[in-house]
């Protein structure tokens, strides 16, 4: 089974300053990867997905992540942080089930808090 | 365009009681998913259908049924709760018959508290 490890629970940066979450995934086969992102009292909406195309993909609000084979991970960036980041962050992979149906599997999630 | 909408938003059970999650989508999307999501554990899959007539067990579907009647709905019933089901409930549906890279589409959650 497909699974994504995302390093630390909370991050806190500086309004202004480099934004760096980090998503380590395991899978025996190419994955299909996704940031999602949870404002909140909301429910989770769709940052960038990366579906072997490009290794740096770009996604809504400035965020980008870049596919690294060779380190498994899938780490997302944003130059320069802003207050309206504030938010909750889940690393997801697509995966199979018992009954060979597809499912997303998600990370547990970091809690990113901008410091004005 | 409504999206995936959730009721209610709030909920406040008895152990034992029983209750039904609404989610709807008007979308017209053949996948629909119940997800639970637990400080610390991210989100788990309960349910899923890929159709109408069609369910399919998650991660931790004990506790949980659903049934898919039509493309729109896909309900989530609590037939006898228990403190262990205090969460907040997302539904997530999106097209189906695509590529796995397919996004889901999020209602905003249920908050259920059992005591």
């Known amino acids: 089974a497909q699974s994504v490890t995302q390093l630390g629970s909370h991050v806190s940066v500086s309004e202004g300053a480099l934004v760096l979450l980090r998503c380590n995934y395991s899978?025996?086969?190419?994955?299909?990867l996704f940031w999602y992102v949870q404002y909140p009292n909301q429910g989770l909406q769709l940052l960038l997905k990366y579906t072997s195309a490009a290794t740096l993909v770009k996604g809504i609000n400035g965020f980008e992540a870049e596919f690294k084979k060779s380190e498994t991970s899938f780490h997302l960036t944003k130059p320069s942080a802003h207050m309206s980041d504030a938010a909750e962050y889940f690393c997801?992979?697509?995966?199979?089930?018992?009954?060979?149906?597809?499912?997303?599997?998600f990370g547990t999630g970091t809690r990113l808090t901008i410091i004005p | 365009n409504a999206g995936v909408t959730q009721t209610p938003k709030f909920q406040v059970l008895k152990t034992g009681q029983s209750m039904t999650l609404q989610c709807a989508q008007d979308?017209?999307?053949?996948?629909m998913s119940w997800y639970r999501q637990d400080p610390g554990m991210g989100l788990r899959l309960i349910h899923y259908?890929?159709?109408?007539?069609?369910?399919d067990q998650g991660e931790v579907p004990n506790g949980y049924n659903v049934s898919r009647s039509t493309t729109e709905d896909f309900p989530l019933r609590l037939l006898s709760a228990a403190p262990s089901q205090t969460s907040v409930y997302f539904c997530?549906?999106?097209?189906?018959?695509?590529?796995?890279?397919?996004?889901?589409?999020f209602g905003n959650g249920t908050r259920l508290t059992v005591t």
């Open positions: 899978s025996s086969v190419p994955p299909y």
């Open positions: 979308m017209n999307h053949e996948y």
């Open positions: 259908s890929v159709g109408a007539g069609i369910t």
């Open positions: 997530a549906s999106s097209y189906s018959g695509q590529p796995p890279e397919r996004p889901l589409h």
């Open positions: 997801a992979v697509s995966d199979i089930d018992n009954n060979g149906n597809e499912k997303l599997t």
